[in-house]
């Protein structure tokens, strides 16, 4: 069944799997999860002919796991997402019901854009946008295993990725590349108390192992596994929400993207959190359940910052734990209990929730479950997410051991992107970890490698302070647009306009400059702790709490009054400019070591270079990509790098002198 | 007796920064792919029982197989064997002795080692070295290079690299003994110890930032941060006011003779280091620039400059030589203030007034005059020239005089009352560079000051930001994290993420 057809590629009739008038594709995602949207619309919109596949149409786009969307660092993922013109944030603005800036008292450089999401009105404005994304086809099956042929010898690799097989005895469909998106479906398994079943979650059909298969032995590479868990969904009805503490939205909701000036619900409209918290007979049931608990007796590793209750529980026992009850959707009768997940027998979920007041009597829906899942250890991608040894493969989402639908969806839009470049013949592209988050993302995934689900914090970004939620777009709009080719004209000349608007507002804050004794008789009730004397420009005065762009611009309108519009921005900037100063030659220095490639050829055991065994072998492992990335790796000492620096530039100059005599 | 115990250890400190440039300039440019084999005398030069010759690099086992007879296999690693030593040229025995072969990377520079216990006569010594030199591949080693290659295959870190730099060009006793301490790892352990700290500080703040608005993380968690920060702050300051003790123990204490002209301040020198370094003549005026030397006094580096004597002056030379005068009085650790004592009242009540008065206009006195006092010592020259009664009431008065530096009474003609002065001057030594196995570790290097001075700022940049923005708070914490790790070694992301998954309960 397609949602859509492209008509280009599809006769009207041929309607059904297994009819595409088409078996060549520019770009195949399989996965209709955040990171196979992401992926399949990124991929499209660089300008391939885009096979989205997925095992259920009707799927796409579902939060499998908490209604909501953002938060401190993962906001951050969130608007740079939509800033190179993803759907999550749009998305995000249409389905939000309840929004928050965490973090405000902290500053704006670590406030967390959050939103609670209406499950249905998500998945609803996802597949109506991929519907109506031209060039995008999408398929319903299975996808059994990969097209694999010779590679290509002028590129890096050993084997060639060229399609996929389709379960059902379908013919296979070939593209130039292949964008893995499984979540957690590879070799996936579920886990209720004593009962283990196979699948990737409760209600859908388990993945063919073909493609397990595939990646393990046609490919070797190197596979871990990971764990994590859904808290049980409760009948609202039930709760005693007198009991808990109601958590009111923002007064003025903020939204997700930049092209948005509101969100679709209305302030007033939106629906509280609350909260409450766990007691010592939580505890209790956990501890008299655990000898029934499959999944917590395991050892594979689960995520520390988002663990079951049975495990917070016994790593940090006698304690109170906080649990919020979401709201699932303007229509729906559940709350979700974050911080409530758990793999216990259905019976003991309930008698655990029940020690909880105000969920005394609290009914369950739909019980909690464990997740077990293969992960493709990540320091086998390259930068564009690419398989380094199988062209034309790319990975993204909890398939390279993340957890969380912001990291999904970063890396499907990256893997979109580069997938459709490599189809097109167009250069692969880096992302910069002084660029976005999504640079620190994929770089901390492909040097660093994952132990347990890898999530987004602020503290991961060395360059906070420039790396903020507000200014992604300019950041990366226009380089989206310019070089990456996924960016719309329409998001383009915003993002210029906000740049330009910014540049010529701060120059003329700079034009304004007077000593602080004089701006305090011209703003009246601001007070400057500078020496009298010092001179301050309009920009320098933002830094000080208490002045507002709006109280500049109506002491100078005649130069300032236009750039109203800015004015929190301007703000921002004015706070945090001396700080980005400093940074800025930091982040020089970054790029520069991000610049100096490293050949992926090497072998680092025999390089005839100074090196001690520990640092041959972690480079042999890593085989990283830029002396950036080595720099990173642990147990690399700084004079490792300068071996490997001045071998870089040996070569370079070898290679250099080696075309003069060509 | 005394003049026998001052050596010049200029030589040493100009190995020393031949040794620091080397390491820089073969960190930054030079230095790829270590093929040569370099050998050195590793035990000091001169007549000694053993004598160590060190062979590093891949043609160690090539030196074993040709000078010691053990061509059909090399000893076990580790393991000293009593070989013959001959010249692979000519096959004469030039000694016999202990050879060891320390197989890289498990070696003090991480590659293929060999190491001589030889007989420490001239003669054998010269004869091995002589010998080594013919083996193909193999010279003798730069100074500084086994440790520079000791440093490329990561076996030591900056601080304990630049403890054994010192170490090898540590001529003075005590320069030695903290050079060792310095190896030892006890530098290393208070900056660790720091580093672990901000670490830590860091990490509550970051958990602060990144998970308080889901979990139960106390604003108190940054109260506790504050406190630490506080406490750290005030020990890396009291670290820095060490009075630059150690620092001064590495570069030499910077000694100024400065005074009036022909009051004899360069036949002092010359008298201190036993040669006529500066021109000495019955002029006024001869010397005009700063005429420098190096001293070893009871075993503290001295760095000694002879300076123009101050007056007005209309010659633009001697002006310029005035100036620099002043410049170097300025940054001394020491003043030597050599007065004329015939030039001394004869009323001995006046002599404190006459001093007081001679020594503000030589001293710089715009800031504070009694801090220049106290780090100025008084000479009294020309006492060959005083009655036997003028020096004894002199020696009295000035001994009650209140507020005036300690004075010797001396003559640089004759060298009467030089023991009396060097006393004194060995005294203040003591205090200004510490003795370096006595109360706690100081600072060595002016690499690790700045990284401390940077920390420090960082730290009160948390401070300001503290209530203002979060954000800007955690960065000072970071800039301070990252400044000790110049010293220490970086600390990543993960370790400070480790910190927060252990101190915290974090369940989002």
Known sequence: MLLRRSKLLLSPSSRAAGHLVCRYFDVIVVGGGHAGTEAAAAAARVGAETLLITQKIKTIGVLSCNPSLGGVGKGHLVREVDALDGLCGRAGDWAGIHFSILNRSKGPAVWGPRAQLDRDRYREFIQSELLSTPRLTVLEGAVEGLLVSEPNPDQPGQIKVTGVRIAGG?????????????????????????????????????????????????????????????????????????????????????????????????????????????????????????????????????????????????????????????????????????????????????????????????????????????????????????????????????????????????????????????????????????????????????????????????????????????????????????????????????????????????????????????????????????????????????????????????????????????????????????????????????????????????????????LSMEAREVLDRAKPHTLGAATRLPGITPSAIVHLLNYVRKTDKEREQERVHI | ???????????????????????????????????????????????????????????????????????????????????????????????RGLVLWFPGPRSFTGEDSAEFHLHGGAAVITGVLQALGSVPGVRPAEAGEFTRRAFHAGKLDLTEVEGLGDLIHAETEAQRRQALRQMEGELSRLYQGWSQRLTRSLAHMEAFIDFSEDELIEEGVLNEVDLSVLQLQREIEGHLQDGRRAERLRSGVQAVIAGATNAGKSSFLNLLCQRPAAIVSPTAGTTRDVVETSLNIGGFPVVLSDTAGLRDTGDSVEMEGVRRAKERVQLADVTLVVVDSTQLPQNYQSVQNFLTDHLRSILPNEDDLTASLQRCLLVLNKRDLLSRRTVDGLQKSISQAEGLPLASLLSCQTGDGLDDFLDVFQDRMRTLCGDPLVGSVSLTQARHRCHLQQCVRALSQYHRYRDVDLALAAEGLRLALTSVGRITGKVGAEQILDIIFRDFCIGK
């Open chain 2, 1 to 95: 007796m005394f003049l026998n115990s001052i050596a010049v250890w200029r030589i040493s400190s100009f190995i020393r920064k031949e040794f620091r440039f080397n390491l820089t300039k073969n960190l930054c440019c030079k230095g790829i792919y270590d093929a040569d084999t370099i050998f050195a005398l590793s035990s000091g030069h001169g007549m000694c029982g053993v004598a160590v010759v060190r062979v590093s690099g891949p043609a160690s086992a090539l030196v074993l197989q040709s000078m010691a007879g053990l061509s059909r296999g090399l000893p076990p690693p580790r393991t000293a064997v009593l070989r013959n030593v001959t010249d692979p040229r000519s096959q004469e025995l030039l000694d």
């Open chain 1, 170 to 610: 379908a013919q296979p469909i070939n593209a130039k590349s292949v964008i893995l998106t499984t979540g957690t479906f590879l070799s996936g398994a579920l886990f209720m108390g004593q009962t283990v079943s196979q699948g990737g979650r409760m209600g859908d059909p388990p993945s063919c192992s073909g493609l397990s298969h595939t990646l393990r032995e046609t490919l070797g590479l190197k596979i871990g596994r990971l764990r994590t868990g859904t808290p049980p969904r409760i009948v609202k009805d039930t709760v005693q929400l007198s009991l808990t503490k109601v958590c009111p939205g923002d007064k003025q909701p903020t939204p997700f993207s930049f092209l948005n000036k509101e969100t679709r619900c209305k302030p007033e409209e939106q629906l509280p959190c609350y909260l409450t918290h766990t007691t010592p007979g939580v505890e209790r049931v956990v501890k008299e359940g655990l000898h029934l608990n499959a999944h917590i007796q395991q050892d594979t590793k689960g995520p520390r910052y988002c663990p079951s209750i049975e495990s917070r529980v016994l790593r940090f026992p006698g304690r109170e734990q906080q649990v919020w009850l979401e709201p699932e959707g303007v229509a729906s009768d559940l709350l979700y209990p974050q911080g409530l997940s758990m793999t216990l027998p259905p019976e003991l979920q309930l008698r655990l929730i029940r020690e909880i007041p105000a969920l005394k009597q609290a009914e369950i829906r739909t019980p909690g479950y464990g997740v077990q899942y293969d992960f493709v250890c990540p320091t086998q991608l390259s930068p564009s997410l690419q398989v380094k040894k199988a062209q034309g493969l790319f990975l993204a989402g909890q398939i390279n051991g993340t957890t969380g639908y912001e990291e999904a969806a970063a890396q499907g839009l990256w893997a979109g992107v580069s997938a459709a470049r490599a189809a097109l013949s167009l250069p692969l592209l880096a992302l910069s970890r002084t660029q976005s988050y999504i640079g620190v993302l994929i770089d901390d995934l492909i040097v660093q490698g994952v132990t347990e689900p890898y999530r987004m914090f602020t503290s991961r970004a060395e360059f906070r302070i420039v790396l903020r939620s507000d200014n992604a777009d300019l950041r990366l709009s226009t380089r989206g647009f310019e070089e990456m080719g996924c960016v719309s004209m329409q998001r383009y000349k915003e993002a210029v306009r906000m740049t330009d608007g910014l540049r010529d507002a701060m120059a003329a804050l700079e034009s304004i400059s007077m000593s602080c004794t004089k701006w305090m008789e011209k703003l009246g009730q601001i007070h400057l702790s500078k020496t009298k004397s010092a001179k301050l420009n309009g920009l320098e005065l933002l830094e000080y709490k208490d002045v507002t762009f709006e109280m500049l611009a109506s002491a100078f309108p005649g130069c300032l009054s236009a750039y109203l519009e800015f004015s929190k921005r301007l703000k921002i900037e004015g706070l945090y400019r001396p700080h980005y100063m400093m940074q800025e030659q930091e982040m020089e220095r970054v790029r520069k070591d991000e610049n100096l490639s490293l050949p992926q050829d090497v072998d680092y055991l025999t390089l005839p270079i100074s």
